[in-house]
């Protein structure tokens, strides 16, 4: 498994919930911050962050951190 190659998107770090050093797919997405009722309608098109949003390529849990 160490000496496989690994694709531009992927990163091998241990996964929170099987806690296994696996390989992980890796992408940067736009994730709302609200959902809609604390800023006016015509802002909530606005309302995003970048966030990191991996998943473990084992057990196909996705993690979301905010950047």
């Known amino acids: ?3 496989e190659k690994l694709a531009v998107n992927q ?5 929170a919930f099987c806690r296994e050093t696996t390989v992980h797919t890796v992408a940067l997405e ?3 911050t609200t959902d809609g009722g604390a800023v006016a309608p015509e802002n909530v098109k606005f309302a995003r962050a970048p ?3 991996s998943r473990c390529d084992a057990c196909r849990v996705r993690t979301v951190e905010r950047v």
């Open 1 to 3: 498994m160490r000496d």
């Open 51 to 53: 966030a990191r949003v």
């Open 30 to 32: 736009q994730i709302r």
């Open 11 to 15: 990163v091998r770090s241990e996964c």
